[in-house]
């Protein structure tokens, strides 16, 4: 595991310097991926690295598991309570699509957890812009596999340096770098809407997507599951569509 650390932690600091940057942030929520990225940065850049903790309907010092993290890693951090910014974008959306258009209840939930994710990536960008900072992601390999992330929410960063690791992995490397054990062993969780967990979300497992993406067999209907996840969310894995050139007499 020491290995794969240092490799992750120098392949930081080359891409940051090759970027002309001086460090890095990452959000930091009290869940497993982030913890370990907080604590790759740390390693990476002692004094040019910084976590954001980003409640949003909640104090900073209730995000118990953030606060423990980053202390644990003495990792320098900022709190930046987003939910007066969050109720009032939200309301501003809906009362002005009311006036003017149809609001779908439907889509309310969905929508109003991936603006939390944009407003936080929004957030991150602001600070890194003020420290000269790029901003590191957080996506393992089921996620990014599976789409089960907002796109340029928390699926936009500079740099993404768990992509390749499965979730097992990523839990690993997080007892390595002696992570405290609330954040290890809380059930991965997005915490968009009230009792929200990924494996409930997916329909999968973390487990189960490992074993696929292993070249393992695993059932059939997780398979398809998985698959059905992986076509849909094909286009957050690219820059945007574009044409091609119109070309002059075609
Ligand atoms: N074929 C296509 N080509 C180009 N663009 C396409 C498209 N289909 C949809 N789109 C666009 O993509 C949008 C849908 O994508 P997106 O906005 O990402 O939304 P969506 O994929 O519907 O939802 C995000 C999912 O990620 C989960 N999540 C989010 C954030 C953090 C975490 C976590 O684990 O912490 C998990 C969240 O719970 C939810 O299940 C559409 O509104 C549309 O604008
Ligand atoms: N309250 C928050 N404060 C700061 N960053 C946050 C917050 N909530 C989410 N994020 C950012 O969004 C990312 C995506 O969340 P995600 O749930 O996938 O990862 P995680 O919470 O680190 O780990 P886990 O998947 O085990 O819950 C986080 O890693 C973090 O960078
Ligand atoms: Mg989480």
Redesign the pocket.
Known sequence: MREHVDYLVEWLEKKVKDAGAKGAV????????????ANLIKRAFPDNSL??????D?EVSN?EE?VETVEKAELFYIGVPLTDSYHTTFREIKENVEKHGEWVEDNEQLGGANL??RL?MST?YAMAANYNYLVI????AP?TYTG??TKF??GAADLEPLAHLT?EE?RDMARYLEVPNS?IE??????LWEGQT?EDELGVSYDTIDAYLRGETIDEKDKQIIEELHKKSEHKRHTPATPPKFEKGE
């Open positions: 990452v959000g930091v929520s009290g869940g497993l991926d982030s913890a370990v990225v976590g954001v903790i980003m409640p949003i909640q995000q953030a939390k994710a936080r991150l992601g957080t996506g393992n996620e089960y992330f929410g928390d979730k990523v954040v809380r059930p991965p969780s997005a915490e990924d």
